[in-house]
């Protein structure tokens, strides 16, 4: 009896390590880590755009979460994107190395063998974080398989999304489905689901269309305003709650929601409360701002040339005057390096912010290498003639932290590297790598417009988070 009520507690106790421990991620940034499941609380810190969480306990409106660097605190589960919890599975006949860090270089600290799995954390430079041994390692992503622990759903965030029979834009469209549908998910590949049909067959779809969470936070419902008043922060929609703080007149929040005339707020220090809306009117976020936007080479100099031949100058410039037009809707005044398929010198570009007076110039480019297997997302800025290392690389950050919350779109970095176009300028610059044009998956996701649509709101949105948090 004794030994029956042992094993009993002993399975309780795995699976409470089961349940809790998934990993999420903050979906808006400077977000308050509170003290407790409780607006009123008092925040600890505020964390940025896709900080990387563990989630430790999981309520019906807030979870109890730790940081990567061991803080722990309450945040309302509205700004947390849960993925769902999945493995790292080895279904080839061989061991599988697992390493330090992520290079083929890096010592080996194990090995997954043939019908093993291991956690699954997150995706660096191409290879897969998990769970081993008590630590988090790195196992090679283009000899393993994503495989989900449970049933799973995702939903689809617009109408006529095409569900394909591969992962992959150029494989045959076998159904569609329409803004709200669910499906259960059981797998995902290099920025797709693998999804099951209500008849019991399995089919594709793009993850950048899709969400896990569909009562969480989307961008696209995030609006500026600013008081028009003294205002005071309550902990619900009416004045029978509990008072926060008071916003001073002319301060700017981010509205994430609304009901019966109140609006539900983050201030920019990362409080959320409630505010009467008459006082707030609606702001344009980049009003004011001067961007120069880089679309890289042109002319003579085509760039990266893609798996399947196509050139990167080309590539560059359409998303860059995509771009523009959503930066100019938040009311910057956006200008470009080049309109047409013309060739600058890089330094002509860094120096061209300084000329107009620019407040940041961004660079954009799409990235190649020898070894088709790598993708991923990576931003980039420059120490070397900046006063401060932080002017570049807020800029960098902001940006990456809101493309990589794209579904699908994986973490390759923010890196400082001597670049001439963010050398020759003293204006804030940055650069990004949107993806690998010589994956070929990658390639097809960033030449559809349904992607690139997708990615430059990202970008866009961490342009104003940059704002935002810099220079108001
Ligand atoms: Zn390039």
Not at 176 to 198: A, H, P, R, T
Request: charged share 20%.
């Amino acid at each position: 009896m004794k030994k029956t009520l042992a094993l009993i507690l002993i399975i309780m106790l795995f699976i409470n390590i089961y349940a809790y421990g998934a990993t999420g991620y903050t979906n808006i940034s400077n977000i308050g880590l509170y003290n407790n499941p409780d607006y009123g609380s008092g925040i600890k810190d505020a964390l940025k755009m896709s900080s990387r969480l563990e989630i430790l306990e999981e309520g019906d409106k807030w979870c109890r979460v730790q940081t990567p660097d061991g803080k722990t605190g309450w945040i309302d589960k509205f700004f947390i994107t849960l993925p769902s919890e999945r493995y790292v599975a080895n279904n080839i006949p061989y061991n599988i190395n697992i390493r330090e860090s992520p290079t083929t270089g890096s010592k080996i600290v194990g090995t997954l063998k043939p019908g093993d799995r291991a956690e699954y954390i997150d995706t660096y430079h191409s290879w897969h974080i998990i769970k081993y041994a008590g630590g988090e390692y790195y196992i090679a992503s283009w000899l393993t398989d994503i495989e989900y622990k449970k049933s799973e759903k995702i939903y689809f965030l617009h109408d006529s999304i095409n569900i394909r029979s591969k992962p992959s834009l150029d494989s045959k469209v076998t159904a569609q489905g329409n803004s709200g549908d669910s499906f259960e998910v059981v797998g995902e590949e290099k920025g797709w689901y693998k999804i099951k049909l209500n008849d019991g067959s399995f089919g594709y779809v793009a993850a950048w269309l899709t969400s896990h969470d569909i009562n969480s936070l989307k961008s696209d419902h995030i609006t500026y305003k600013k008081t028009s008043h003294d205002l005071n922060l309550r902990t619900g929609p009416s004045v029978e709650y509990d008072r926060i703080l008071t916003l001073k007149k002319g301060e700017t929040v981010k509205t994430v929601a609304g009901e019966n005339g109140w609006d539900k707020i983050v201030t920019q220090n990362g409080y959320v409360g409630w505010c009467n809306n008459y006082y707030l009117k609606e702001t344009l976020p980049l009003a004011g701002k001067v961007i120069l936007l880089d679309p890289g080479h042109g002319g003579h100099d085509p760039g990266a040339i893609s798996y399947s031949g196509k050139f990167e100058k080309y590539l560059n410039l359409s998303v860059a005057q995509n771009l523009k037009e959503v930066l100019n809707r938040a009311g910057a005044a956006v200008y470009m390096t080049r309109t047409g398929d013309t060739y600058i010198t890089n330094k002509e570009r860094g120096r061209l912010a300084d000329k107009l007076g620019a407040d940041i110039l961004l660079s954009i480019h799409h990235n190649s290498l020898g070894n088709s297997d790598y993708f991923g997302l990576s931003t980039y800025y420059n120490t070397i003639n900046y006063k401060s290392p932080a002017y570049g690389y807020n800029l960098a950050e902001a940006v990456y932290l809101n493309a990589i919350s794209i579904n699908g779109v994986y973490r390759d970095g923010i890196l400082d590297r001597n670049f001439e176009v963010l050398r020759e300028t003293n204006t804030p610059a940055a650069l990004i790598e949107i993806g690998f044009m010589s994956n070929p998956t990658e390639e097809m996701n960033i030449h559809n417009l349904s992607f690139q649509n997708v990615m430059v709101e990202k970008i866009a949105g961490g342009i104003v988070d940059y704002f935002y948090a810099y220079s108001n």
